[in-house]
């Protein structure tokens, strides 16, 4: 059986997306699945860069792209009132509860279903309520504790969300499930070099900063 850590912040539309397709795109395989929250906006600072909402033609094209592959995949999704919002509440609340499936799926549903204020605070304090946290989300241990994940993220070289890692290789994004599947399958081609190769590639020229 694989082990597959399912790195996630609720911020991300993709990550969503990945989520809810996941049981669907690996049905048949004999796998196990970590779910990790980790900050998306800790992976930009590290890595110098703009979210694709601070983008103003990327934003408008990554909803519509989500909203298309909601609707090309059969997942319900309606864009949450406004985005991005402050994710860091709801990412304590799946540390605080263990994040197992079912507190995952609980979070994401309500800010990616039902078009409200992901970051309402009455919706927040009714979410808490519904899933009972073990340990208190605004804890100083809870909030260590997200912080140390993402930090451990990027030093396994994760820049994105979703990204899910097995036997050391990540696959970001949503269409990355595809040869994650693949992967798991055991496709010849992850033995061939080409994985290895894509990291060799020397680099023609750098844009400075």
């Given at each position: 059986?694989?082990?597959?850590?399912?790195?996630?912040?609720?911020?991300?539309?993709?990550?969503?997306?990945?989520?809810?397709?996941?049981?669907?795109?690996?049905?048949?395989?004999?796998?196990?699945?970590?779910?990790?929250?980790?900050?998306?906006?800790?992976?930009?600072?590290?890595?110098?860069?703009?979210?694709?909402?601070?983008?103003?033609?990327?934003?408008?094209?990554?909803?519509?792209?989500?909203?298309?592959?909601?609707?090309?995949?059969?997942?319900?999704?309606?864009?949450?009132?406004?985005?991005p919002f402050n994710p860091l509440a709801l990412l304590r609340l799946?540390?605080?509860?263990?994040?197992?499936?079912?507190?995952?799926?609980?979070?994401?549903?309500?800010?990616?279903?039902?078009?409200?204020?992901?970051?309402?605070?009455?919706?927040?304090?009714?979410?808490?309520?519904?899933?009972?946290?073990?340990?208190?989300?605004?804890?100083?241990?809870?909030?260590?504790?997200?912080?140390?994940?993402?930090?451990?993220?990027?030093?396994?070289?994760?820049?994105?969300?979703?990204?899910?890692?097995?036997?050391?290789?990540?696959?970001?994004?949503?269409?990355?499930?595809?040869?994650?599947?693949?992967?798991?399958?055991?496709?010849?081609?992850?033995?061939?070099?080409?994985?290895?190769?894509?990291?060799?590639?020397?680099?023609?020229?750098?844009?400075?900063?």
């Amino acid at each position: 059986m694989k082990h597959i850590t399912f790195y996630l912040d609720f911020i991300s539309p993709y990550a969503y997306l990945a989520f809810e397709k996941l049981p669907e795109a690996l049905k048949g395989l004999s796998y196990e699945v970590d779910y990790q929250p980790v900050l998306f906006a800790g992976f930009l600072k590290h890595h110098g860069q703009l979210g694709p909402a601070e983008i103003a033609p990327k934003r408008d094209w990554t909803y519509r792209q989500v909203l298309w592959l909601a609707h090309q995949h059969g997942i319900p999704m309606q864009l949450p009132q406004r985005h991005p919002f402050n994710p860091l509440a709801l990412l304590r609340l799946a540390v605080a509860c263990g994040a197992n499936r079912y507190v995952c799926e609980t979070i994401f549903r309500h800010a990616w279903r039902g078009g409200a204020a992901a970051d309402d605070a009455a919706r927040l304090q009714a979410l808490q309520e519904q899933l009972h946290p073990k340990r208190d989300p605004a804890s100083d241990e809870v909030k260590a504790e997200l912080k140390a994940g993402t930090e451990a993220a990027i030093a396994r070289g994760l820049f994105g969300v979703p990204t899910c890692e097995v036997d050391g290789k990540l696959f970001w994004g949503f269409d990355a499930l595809v040869p994650l599947r693949a992967y798991l399958e055991g496709d010849p081609w992850f033995t061939q070099g080409h994985w290895e190769a894509a990291a060799a590639l020397p680099s023609g020229i750098t844009r400075s900063r």
